[in-house]
């Protein structure tokens, strides 16, 4: 019964508050500005730890998570922000891989059929220049051995 409590109510089970659950939730969109690769609940520096504390006191405080999101990035700029807002100049990041990926299929597409169509009329050039170069009697065991070859 305690096991079936524990799985259906993980945060009881762990002794997380919902202040807890908010703060590690807010870990995952911040960027730790010691190296600027990892998010703050990945990383365990000065700053990092200097931050999680930080989120907890405002939050403790009464504070909203975009007043503390806020609140973090004008300490440290814009960058800080795991995921980059959805406004202004940044609108390029989301929209533009929507607009590429179409754009990148249709070149592929377009040049797979050049490539195919290129292929079959160089195919079939060769196959022309092979039996104007090859005798008759040569022909026939060459047409002999395509259909042994190619036979289903």
């Known amino acids: ?3 079936l409590g524990l799985l ?3 945060r ?3 002794g997380q508050t919902e202040l807890d659950l908010t703060a590690t939730e807010m870990e995952k969109h911040l960027i730790a500005p010691c190296c ?3 998010t703050l609940d990945q990383e365990q520096s000065e700053v990092a ?3 999680k504390q930080k989120i907890k006191q405002q939050l403790a405080l009464g504070k909203s998570v975009d007043e503390i999101y806020g609140m973090f990035e004008e300490e440290f700029g814009e960058r800080v922000l795991a995921q980059p ?6 609108w390029l990041v989301w929209i533009f891989p929507l607009i590429l990926m ?3 299929m249709f070149v592929l597409l377009k040049k797979l059929n050049l490539l195919t169509n290129h292929s079959e009329s160089t195919t079939e050039t060769m196959q022309s220049d092979i039996k104007n170069t090859v005798s008759s009697e040569d022909q026939k ?3 002999q051995i395509d259909q042994e070859l190619y036979r289903s």
Do not use: A, V
Not at 85 to 90: A, I, M
């Open 49 to 51: 730890i200097y931050m």
């Open 1 to 3: 019964m305690l096991f």
């Open 85 to 90: 807002k959805k406004s202004g100049f940044n």
């Open 102 to 104: 179409p754009l990148g």
């Open 141 to 143: 065991y060459i047409d």
């Open 12 to 14: 009881f089970g762990y």
């Open 8 to 10: 259906l109510f993980p």
């Open 36 to 38: 600027w690769s990892k």
